[in-house]
């Protein structure tokens, strides 16, 4: 019983094959993803990606840290990706003490490249980001949830890291 309340609480497990297309995301996805969203400094990602507050998306999400980089317990990892899904974004944020979600203002721009993903334009540099795509790739194999891009301030923190 614990180990699979703790796979829950981790989010999707990396599988192997295809990912599957699933009904709605948990709450505390759309509320971390909804406050990203509301935030100005993530617009200029949705538009490169065709995509803008109010539409639709796919999504993909892991809670936890992203292997190879420094440790993030408990960061909410949210890929979005763009309708020819060939590109994408990963955004992060974090619950603060209060459970409040806190947007990381660096993520990553993802570009499909064959079967795997590059990340690039985020914090850290060339070994970040080949942790990231490494990630990415790995994160494909996961549900993947349409979603409203809707910007939300109810369950967010004020300020940003």
């Excluded at 703790?6 to 989010?11: E, I, P, R, T, V």
């Excluded at 538009?47 to 440790?71: C, H, N, Q, S, V």
Aim: hydrophobic content about 40%.
């Amino acid at each position: 019983m614990v180990l699979l309340s703790s796979l829950f609480l981790a989010g999707p497990v990396f599988g192997g094959g295809q990912s599957k297309d699933v009904g709605s995301a948990p709450d505390s996805v759309t509320t971390a993803l909804g406050c990203l969203v509301a935030r100005d400094y993530i617009r200029p990602a949705l538009l490169d990606l065709k995509l803008a507050p109010g539409r639709f998306a796919w999504i993909r999400y892991y809670i936890g840290t992203i292997p190879g980089i420094e440790p993030t317990p408990g960061a909410f990892n949210v890929a979005v990706y763009s309708e020819d899904a060939l590109h994408g974004y990963l955004l992060l944020s974090f619950r603060d003490r209060e459970g409040k979600f806190v947007a990381v203002r660096d993520g990553y721009r993802l570009t499909k490249v064959g079967s795997r993903w590059d990340a690039d334009m985020g914090n850290g540099g060339m070994w970040v980001y080949k942790a990231v795509g490494e990630f990415a790739t790995k994160l494909e194999k996961s549900p993947r949830y349409r979603v409203k891009l809707a910007p939300r301030r109810e369950g967010c923190a004020a300020s940003d890291q």
